[in-house]
Structures are given as structure tokens and as C-alpha cells.
């Protein structure tokens, strides 16, 4: 008997961790069916100012969890770095500025959305260096999750801050806006270039073996792909139809998110030319079928 998928939900992991010299975690304190324990938020450097990435979601219940990080550490925070503007890591940049002064935001422009919170954002795009007291953050833009995603490789020991693109447990979501599978299969490719040693996750436990994992991610969406042309060489279908064969071995309240998935694969097939709908409904809504 197979065992059951690894999966997110339901994972607990504890509110401080150090999983480094170099990297502490404190955890966002928002669980769910897409954040799994919370967004792990990271402490980066030795010095006695470290470099915030991500912020959580902004809930109340994270600052002390941030406060005891600090105090175990005995440091500050030098500024914030995001990466990428999602709620769940944008959305506590205000608290944690409210709380501690007047700190540097920087993230890769996402146009219009950055707009929506009320913070000074200074720009960050392939290749800028972020550096702190033992610490240097080199940014690469992975986009596919997000237009503005970018990870950071940790210079000093070839580790990446991979963000949304691998997750410590399960795969990622590609969202309806700004996601893309076809700039998230790149992107997976461009941090394989890395060769990471490491990887800190947006969501889940560290992965030590970095670059077998980053190979995983790709070999699953490949299979994926072709589990999903396999269920339409049975005739059209919808979208949930499809996740009922595929995903047959899941929760169903992980359904709804395997949903996103399947129709971002569909709609890469599309423009491969591979797959069509068969009316004229949006995406997510539409009957699909092999070309």
C-alpha cells in the first residue's frame, strides 16, 4: 500500500527555530490549506541588526513571536526584505514598522498591486545584493508564482531563500493573477542553476538537500502535466473532474487548490497548443479537451 501524499495541511512546526549560524525562523502565525503552520519569516545575518524577510500576514499574534526572536537573538532589525507581495508576506510590513521605527521595504515592483499597502518600496531586481553583518542576499527573479517573486541565494553557504517556488511540504499553488506555469517551470530551472546546498521555504520545514528537491519540483510538474493529459484523453472535461482523478489520493479540502493547479497546467497546454476549450467559458469554468 503507497503511502498517503505529503502534503501542508495539518503540519505544525514550532514558533522559533534556528536553522543555521546564519538563519533564524519565526513563524507568521497564520495557518491554512495554503500556508500550512504560517509563513515562516526569516532572521538573517550574526550581527546585532539582521535583515527581515518576509513579514507574515500581519496578524496581531505574530509581533511577539517576532519580539522573542529578537530578544533570543539579541539583535534588531536592519530593514525588511520581501519576496514577493502576497498578503501572507507583505501584510505585516506595517506592523513590524509600527513597532520597531522607520525601516528600508524592499521587494521587485509589482505595478499597481504594491499599491494597495501603504508602504515605500524600494526596488530590487535581478542580481542586487542586500548585505548585513554575516550575511550577503543576492536576488533572483523567479517569477511564475508571482510576477514580482524573487529568491535569494545566501552567499556565504550556497543556500537559497526559495520563497513560494518549493515549499518545505507539498507543491506550490500557481494563482489565476500573476501566476504563469510555463515562467514557474523556468524559474524552477534558474534556481536549479544555483545549486543550492540548502533551502528556506516560505512555508514548511528547511530542506537540506536543495537541489534534489528543486529537481523534484520539476519532475512533479512534469508528471502532473501528463497525468492531466492523460485524464482528457478520456474525453472533455471540467476542471474539478480532473482533480477527482488526479488528486484522487488528497483531502478534499485540498481540492480547491489543486484546482488553480490543473487550470494553470491547462492553460500552459493552451498555449502549447495541446489542449482547447470547447466553449468559450474563462478557464477555470471551461470544458477542456486534446487537441
Known amino acids: 500500500m503507497s503511502s498517503p501524499p505529503s502534503v501542508m495541511y495539518g503540519l505544525e512546526l514550532p514558533d522559533f527555530d534556528r536553522w543555521s549560524d546564519r538563519v533564524c525562523v519565526a513563524l507568521g502565525q497564520n495557518p491554512g490549506v495554503f500556508t500550512g503552520p504560517g509563513t515562516n519569516t526569516y532572521l538573517v545575518g550574526t550581527g546585532s541588526e539582521r535583515i527581515l524577510l518576509d513579514t507574515g500576514a500581519g496578524l496581531p499574534e505574530y509581533l511577539p513571536v517576532l519580539a ?30 509600527a513597532n520597531y521605527g522607520a525601516l528600508r521595504v524592499s521587494k521587485h515592483p509589482w505595478p499597481k498591486h ?65 501566476g504563469d506555469l510555463g515562467d514557474y ?77 490543473v487550470c494553470s497546467h491547462l492553460k500552459k497546454l493552451e498555449k502549447e497548443n495541446r489542449v482547447a476549450r470547447t466553449n468559450d467559458a474563462p478557464p477555470i469554468d471551461a470544458i477542456w479537451e486534446l487537441t
Open 68 to 97: 522573542g526572536a529578537l530578544e533570543q537573538e539579541r539583535c534588531t532589525i536592519q530593514e525588511i526584505v520581501l519576496t514577493h507581495g502576497h498578503g501572507d508576506h507583505i501584510g505585516g510590513a506595517s506592523g513590524v514598522i
Open 114 to 178: 504594491d499599491e494597495l499597502h501603504p508602504l515605500e518600496i524600494t526596488s530590487l531586481s535581478e542580481g542586487d545584493v542586500i548585505e548585513t553583518e554575516g550575511a550577503t542576499l543576492r536576488a533572483v527573479h523567479t517569477p511564475g508564482h508571482a510576477v514580482d517573486h524573487l529568491c535569494f541565494v545566501l552567499e556565504e553557504e550556497r543556500s537559497l531563500f526559495s520563497g513560494d517556488n518549493v515549499l518545505g511540504v507539498g507543491t506550490t499553488v500557481i494563482p489565476a493573477e500573476g
Open 185 to 261: 517551470m523556468d524559474s524552477l530551472h534558474r534556481i536549479l542553476s544555483e545549486a543550492p546546498t540548502t533551502l528556506y521555504p516560505a512555508h514548511g520545514p528547511c530542506i537540506r538537500e536543495g537541489t534534489n528537491k528543486v529537481q523534484e519540483y520539476i519532475d512533479h510538474r512534469n508528471d502532473r502535466e501528463h497525468q492531466i493529459a492523460s485524464a482528457l484523453g478520456e474525453g472533455p472535461r471540467r476542471i474539478p473532474e480532473i482533480v477527482k482523478v488526479v488528486y484522487a489520493a488528497y483531502p478534499e479540502a485540498l481540492h480547491a487548490p489543486a484546482g488553480q493547479s
